[in-house]
């Protein structure tokens, strides 16, 4: 069975840096395309950022309001998945997914881990 | 890149279908046969109900179908029942890597 678990969020003040994680079992890390997905309180689904396999060239690419200060990242041998936030905005409020995406679409989701960026 | 676009809700009675929309440009939609559809339940993560504009994974009730039509994909659900109430999105590929989903759907079970 595939698990996603995302650790790491909290409330933190703009400006702030925080970094999230996610444990992933049930299918081989390693080989595996991953993306964050946010949700802001009451909004909808938004794409942050992708991460190719090591064989893919671990690729990132980000979404435009978070690219320069985001940055995705992953352990192959702790199969886990970082998420490093710098420079921390209010507008970055949300439930952070970790997804595996395969050919096109997200097929596995974790629970979701809440950050609250407020002063 | 912006949303895809998505009407902000859609209703059905049970037994009845519901179709949802979902409006891109020439440069995800239209482009790719990678669009995909999630359904969340409140406080509950996503889950993906269609892939590759219209295959259903494993387990979801062959009651939800998905279609596209130029720069527009479309999802249908028949015989509605009560716990499809439920947020739905679209997602598609956009070229050079991105990923884009939709503003999302709220289908209300009358």
């Known amino acids: 069975e595939v698990q996603l678990v995302e650790s790491g969020g909290s409330l933190v003040k703009p400006g702030e840096s925080l970094r999230l994680s996610c444990a992933a079992s049930?299918?081989?890390?390693?080989?595996?395309?991953m993306i964050w997905v946010r949700q802001a309180p009451g909004g909808g689904l938004e794409w942050v950022g992708r991460?190719?396999?090591?064989?893919?060239?671990?690729?990132?690419d980000y979404a435009a309001p978070v690219k320069g200060r985001f940055t995705i990242s992953r352990d192959d041998s702790k199969n886990t998945l970082y998420l490093q936030m710098d420079s921390l905005k209010t507008e970055d409020t949300a439930v952070y997914y970790c997804?595996?995406?395969?050919?096109?679409?997200?097929?596995?989701w974790g629970q979701g881990t809440l950050v609250t960026v407020s002063s | 890149q912006s949303a895809l676009t998505q009407p902000p809700s859609a209703s059905g009675s049970p037994g009845q279908s519901v179709t949802i929309s979902c409006t891109g440009t020439?440069?995800?939609?239209?482009?790719?046969?990678?669009v995909s559809w999630y359904q969340q339940h409140p406080g509950k993560a996503p889950k993906l109900m269609i892939s590759?504009?219209?295959k259903r994974p494993s387990g979801v009730p062959d009651r939800f179908s998905g279609s596209k039509s130029g720069n527009t994909a479309s999802l249908t659900v028949s015989g509605l029942q009560a716990e499809d109430e439920a947020d739905y999105y679209c997602?598609?590929?956009?070229?050079?890597?991105?990923?884009?989903f939709g503003t999302g759907t709220k289908v209300t079970v009358l």
């Open positions: 997804t595996h995406y395969i050919s096109g679409s997200v097929h596995y």
């Open positions: 049930g299918f081989t890390f390693s080989n595996a395309w």
């Open positions: 991460i190719k396999s090591k064989t893919d060239g671990e690729t990132t």
């Open positions: 020439s440069s995800d939609v239209g482009g790719y046969n990678y």
């Open positions: 590759d504009v219209n």
């Open positions: 997602s598609s590929f956009a070229g050079s890597s991105i990923f884009v």
